[in-house]
């Protein structure tokens, strides 16, 4: 009975924060015309870079209410980044003109946009090799490629829950003034474990430090662990 009432209450939710078809096809269309206007300036700018849509919306586990669209724009190793200031932000802002946005700052400067009342990140990056990163913004890309193996319809909606408690609880977002659990980590969570539930009853059993280890990288290992955490 009590099984049944909870999963009864995640059916609801599921509804409530799942993207209707209608939703979804808005936000891809919107997120392919970017591509195209980015597309087409990088190309009248004579500038060498691939665009691929990344986070949440890539992998379809964005919630209804929040469907922020992540582009990446991959330049090859040798673009200068001092440029992402200067030609970067300037193709950025053509490829949305007409829409609000403000220049934003992480490691570099990346563009924030209000299109069609949706927020986009237009990101720079560089199409660096696994470990040999010039910006932390270069691991996204395998971020998304990886997270996608695993993903069907069912796990896509048991990571919409699971973001969804997170936000409930004011611990979803790996900012600095949240220190929480990103949009990533959920995903990765949900992999391991299988669900949503199955999420929270393992953390119910924390007691310390834990490492989710899902290609098996570090059995065997556990000494290397000991020591990158001490």
Same mark, same amino acid.
């Given at each position: ?7 009864? /209450?995640?059916?609801? !939710?599921?509804?409530? *924060?799942? $993207? ?5 096809? =808005?936000?891809?269309?919107? &997120? ?81 946009? /209000?299109?069609?009342? !949706?927020?986009?990140? *237009?990101? $720079? ?5 696994? =470990?040999?990163?010039?910006? &932390? ?94």
């Amino acid at each position: 009975m009590k099984n049944n009432a909870i999963n009864n /209450i995640l059916k609801e !939710v599921l509804k409530k *924060i799942k $993207p209707s078809v209608e939703e979804r096809e =808005r936000i891809l269309s919107l &997120a392919e015309k970017l591509s195209s206007n980015l597309k087409e300036e990088l190309e009248n700018a004579n500038l060498n870079a691939e665009v691929r849509v990344e986070g949440s919306v890539a992998k379809d586990t964005w919630l209804s209410e929040n469907p922020d669209i992540d582009i990446f724009v991959r330049f090859p190793l040798d673009f200068p980044k001092e440029k992402f200031r200067t030609e970067f932000l300037q193709i950025a802002k053509k490829a949305t003109k007409g829409a609000k946005y403000i220049e934003r700052f992480a490691e570099h400067p990346y563009l924030e946009a /209000i299109v069609d009342a !949706v927020r986009v990140n *237009i990101v $720079p990056c560089y199409a660096s090799k696994p =470990r040999e990163w010039k910006s &932390a913004t270069d691991r996204t890309p395998y971020h998304t490629d990886y997270v996608k193996k695993f993903l069907n319809e069912q796990l896509c909606d048991e990571i919409r829950l699971l973001k969804k408690f997170m936000q409930g609880i004011g611990v979803y977002g790996a900012e600095i003034k949240i220190g929480g659990f990103s949009g990533y980590l959920c995903e990765l969570l949900v992999i391991n474990y299988g669900n949503f539930r199955k999420v929270l009853e393992n953390f119910a059993e924390w007691k310390r430090r834990l490492v989710i280890d899902l290609e098996k990288y570090y059995e065997g290992r556990e000494r290397d662990l000991d020591l990158m955490f001490k």
